[in-house]
């Protein structure tokens, strides 16, 4: 409980002048050629990255947007639901289990690797369910909220490992609205029966 709340407090002159111009014209083009090997060009977007996203200017709207990236493994729209650098997740310490070094500072770049793994070990086409009941939001400021819900993920994927098809829990967000867009700056799972839950596919996927 510390740890959430205070996960919570702390919720940028001898040629000629033709031959002399072509030379400075080919030499300013160097650096140009050198930036492929300086930066690691990112693919574009695939359309549907941009199509299933929706600018998410009210809570239920950021809560489509993350659903649907569960769903159809959208990694983009996954990663673009939380919020950067304030993000942090706060797992379920019996799924944590002996592994509590993982998920000491777990944020952004954790549920890329994570959510990744997943995505690059289901079969193209195929998608999961998510669905959440019993959602309740609790109100702390204009800009700020807290949402709870319990959840049910059905996963579909290739790892043979990895037994659980239905993953089931508590999920309780903190949402903040910045620049008229609300996203998740923190999350915390919790089982609700003695299957395993969220932070046991977030455990297993990031280390294979």
């Known amino acids: 409980m510390l740890h959430w709340q205070n996960t919570l407090a702390k919720i940028m002159a001898c040629w000629p002048r033709g031959r002399i111009a072509g030379f400075v014209f080919r030499l300013s083009l160097l650096p140009l050629l050198a930036l492929p090997a300086c930066f690691q060009l990112r693919e ?9 996203w929706i600018q ?8 489509a947007n993350f659903t649907t990236a569960v769903q159809n493994l959208n990694v983009a729209n996954y990663e673009r639901s939380l919020s950067g650098p304030d993000y942090r997740f706060v797992p379920d310490p019996t799924s944590a289990g002996s592994s509590p070094a993982l998920f000491a500072n777990w944020s952004v770049p954790e549920e890329t690797t994570y959510f990744s793994s997943l995505r ?36 579909t994927q290739q790892d043979t490992a990895f037994h659980a098809g239905i993953l089931r829990g508590n999920m309780r967000l903190i949402l903040r609205r910045r620049n ?29």
Do not use: M
């Open 56 to 63: 998410p200017t009210q809570i239920d709207i950021l809560l």
């Open 120 to 155: 690059r070990r289901t079969a193209p086409g195929v998608t999961n369910s998510l669905t959440l009941t019993d959602r309740r939001d609790q109100l702390y400021t204009a800009d700020s909220v807290e949402v709870t819900a319990l959840y049910q993920l059905k996963v």
């Open 44 to 52: 574009p977007e695939p359309a549907a990255t941009a199509s299933e």
């Open 180 to 208: 008229n867009e609300w996203r998740i700056i923190a999350w915390r799972d919790q089982r609700t029966t003695t299957g395993l839950c969220w932070t046991d596919l977030k455990k297993y996927f990031s280390s294979h």
